[in-house]
């Protein structure tokens, strides 16, 4: 799958500098795709259509629809312009960078807990992972930090990012927003390395908790790797037909 995927981005990479044209229409692409699938497998209940209004267009839905899910399609895409401008500015991946990212998913929707390491000890539903007690937290994230720092030069960058995101739900650092920030920093790790932003999708769901929970509970994360490989060459098949 790596050697496939390194073939993919050295025909991407011969198509670049990719035009004003095709940036925008990916940019309008991907950032109505990867917030819908993100939010909707984190219970979000707006559909992909009610997304796009929501951002393209900046209107409320009705119908009974929350304003938690209105702000969290909102704050959704300001976290990908986020790591756009992270990316851009040749900043590498830090505590800052994680702690802000979360302070723009949870802002305005919980306040106190946007950016600040959970306080309390946490159960995840529907798992037998038991993250870290919270005293531990700002030490394994640490640790996270310095193997990221240890492994970016050498690790495959697809490999480097599913292990981080593994890695970094398996902390669980934050009360809420673990999900999304795992994607969205995932998804940092690969644009920094000329990879596409990768969606995992919300229908592919029971398949990604279960690689998720098979790495949490054995320590295997073979499979979880072959998943998020499988979504970037998604991706990359996604870019290479925009741009034709």
């Known amino acids: 799958m790596f050697t496939l995927l390194d073939e993919k981005k050295q025909l991407l990479d011969s198509k670049r500098p990719l035009s004003r044209e095709v940036l925008t229409n990916l940019k309008k692409y991907f950032d109505v795709e990867f917030t819908y699938n993100s ?4 219970g979000n209940t707006l559909t ?16 009974g629809k929350s304003l938690r899910e209105h702000l969290e399609v909102l704050n959704h895409k300001e976290a990908i312009d986020y790591i756009q401008d ?10 800052r960078v ?29 798992s037998m992972h038991r993250p870290p ?5 700002e030490d394994k994230m640490r ?13 495959h960058p697809v490999k480097l990012a599913a292990l981080f995101h593994f ?32 969606v995992i999708r919300n229908t592919d769901r029971v398949d990604y908790m279960s690689a998720l929970e098979k790495a949490s509970t054995t320590g295997n ?15 990359f098949d996604t870019y290479l037909y925009l741009i034709g």
Do not use: C
């Open 39 to 42: 939010n909707a497998i984190e």
């Open 48 to 63: 992909i259509t009610e997304t796009k209004v929501i951002l393209e267009d900046g209107l409320t839905i009705g119908g």
């Open 86 to 95: 992270v990316v851009s500015k040749e900043f590498d991946l830090s505590e």
């Open 98 to 126: 994680i702690r802000d990212l979360h302070h723009i998913i949870l802002k305005s929707i919980d306040n106190p807990n946007a950016g600040v390491y959970r306080k309390a000890n946490v159960l995840i539903s529907g």
């Open 133 to 137: 007690e919270y005293f531990l937290v």
């Open 143 to 155: 640790e996270l930090l310095d193997w990221y720092h240890e492994n970016k030069e050498t690790m």
């Open 167 to 198: 890695k970094y739900v398996y902390i669980h650092p934050f009360i809420d927003g673990n999900g999304r920030s795992a994607r969205l920093l995932m998804n940092l790790i690969l644009l920094r390395n000329g990879y596409p932003l990768t």
């Open 221 to 235: 994360t073979d499979d979880f790797v072959e998943f998020i490989a499988q979504a970037v060459d998604r991706s």
